[in-house]
């Protein structure tokens, strides 16, 4: 009895320590590292990584770009995150169209590119990726390569464009970077939890707002001739398609807008590697 009491006790002890120390953590410890430094305290932490199959990962060196670029340890931690996205999300094929493992892993590796700089990864605004062969009717009557529709928990996408941008990675049209991009972007701008990464996205996209408000400086966007006319739809889309072109052609966004770039970069914690 003596042995069974100690036992409660200490595990009570450790609850306490364990929340407290998450409060602090939370609360305290990352909110002014944060503050400080614009970035979280950590990103990747896997006690137990996930691996993927030597056919998945030959995929992954085939046909992305930002994958090659990582170091050894950071490839790890990309291929634990896609080997979690695809455990997360049903994949569902239309138009008889079967979604195949390869494309599972194209379509989380283009998802976790975006999201590689934050901890939070796996967002709950949708619960399964639909796949078409070509382009779809979406409810209203209208014919889409892609959409994002969180009241229907659900990410579309025509298999034909999303393939198309990523074998031609340098054209700075990716539809699943983009629709991806919408995905983040409502995600981050609708979870205000203090510490997290996402309020370094909502302050970063703010300040984004304010310096394409000023005249000069969209009048320089503008001018620049770079981004396409779509990414002055609205905020929504100008995220979107700023985003594209960050993955698509870094160098020469950042030599021809560097400010935006620069912006860009903080709001996602971007490493080069």
Do not use: C
């Not at 996930?50 to 340890?73: D, T």
């Amino acid at each position: 009895m003596e042995i069974l009491i100690a036992f409660i006790a200490f595990s009570l002890l450790a609850f306490i320590i364990s929340v407290l120390l998450y409060f602090i953590f939370g609360r305290i410890v990352e909110p002014t590292y944060i503050f400080l430094f614009n970035k979280p305290v950590y990103v990747h932490f896997y006690p137990f990584p996930k691996e993927l199959s030597f056919s998945e990962k030959a995929v992954l060196e085939k046909n992305f770009r930002f994958y090659r670029n990582l170091s050894e340890q950071r490839k790890k931690y990309f291929r634990h995150r896609i080997h979690a996205f695809i455990d997360n999300y049903k994949f569902v094929g239309r138009g008889g169209l079967e979604v195949t493992e390869e494309m599972k892993v194209k379509i989380a590796a283009t998802a976790i590119m975006l999201t590689f700089g934050m901890r939070e990864y796996l967002p709950d605004l949708f619960e399964v990726i639909i796949v078409y062969p070509d382009v779809f009717e979406s409810a209203n009557g209208d014919y889409h390569k892609g959409e994002f529709n969180p009241a229907a928990g659900a990410i579309v996408f025509s298999w034909r464009d999303f393939q198309e941008g990523i074998e031609f990675d340098n054209s700075n049209i990716n539809l699943g970077l983009h629709e991806f991009g919408h995905v983040l972007h409502v995600n981050a701008m609708g979870i205000k939890r203090l510490g997290s990464a996402f309020v370094i996205y909502s302050d970063m996209f703010t300040s984004i707002k304010q310096y394409v408000a000023v005249p000069y400086n969209r009048d320089k966007i503008l001018n620049a001739g770079y981004l396409r006319d779509y990414a002055f739809t609205n905020e929504h889309e100008f995220i979107a398609v700023a985003l594209e072109y960050f993955f698509e052609s870094p160098q020469e966004f950042r030599q021809r807008l560097p400010e935006l770039y620069e912006m860009i970069k903080k709001m996602i914690n971007y490493r080069e590697n």
